[in-house]
């Protein structure tokens, strides 16, 4: 076996810190008004953790990913759309986080330029969310679920963990058992 390239700089994997679920005081610092191939338009909404034991979560783990800088990405991110599953209506997720936005901050109302978000502070309420890994094994993320005002984030209640259905569960368990079957390995 051959060294891999950057072996001595990589961080083990478990060696970084995770947020816990829960309501965080936040500050936006970027939007991206984007399109998906039907039509749907999103905000991307990039954001950081502005006060408390987690402030600049998102900024340090930026900071301390050792990839080159091509390959290093903003993992503070919320997708909302902004289009509710019946066509001409507006998606709840994205009138709360409209809602929010003005409630936190002074004198602000929103107008429609997604520009303008940049820099406002928000409360985001995370929860926890089981999804299936390129490896077909269950694992969790602590993903944002929707917006609060600045003030009532940390008060705000912790959403129920989303699980994956039994048969997103069979289905990794079928694949963790026949890569288990050691009888029948190609080498």
Known sequence: MEKPAGYDEAQ?????????????????????????????????IGFDIAEGEYKDFYQKKFDNDTRSPEERKWSGIWT???????????????????????????????????????????????????????????????????????????EAKIPNKKVLSDNQYDQAFDATASAADNDDLPF
């Open 12 to 44: 083990s994997f478990g060696e970084f810190e995770t947020l816990p679920a829960g309501g965080y005081k936040c500050l936006i610092k970027k939007v991206v008004c984007e399109k998906t191939q039907a039509g749907k338009e999103f905000l991307k």
């Open 80 to 154: 909302v759309f902004t289009e509710g599953y019946n066509p001409g209506t507006t998606n709840p997720k994205f009138k709360g986080l409209i809602t929010s936005v003005e409630a936190s901050n002074a004198n602000f109302k929103f107008d429609f330029d997604e520009q303008k978000l940049v820099n406002k502070k928000i409360g985001l309420v995370f929860r926890e969310e089981e999804f299936l890994g390129t490896d077909g094994l269950p694992h969790t993320a602590v993903k944002p679920f929707f917006a609060v005002s600045y003030d009532k984030a940390e």
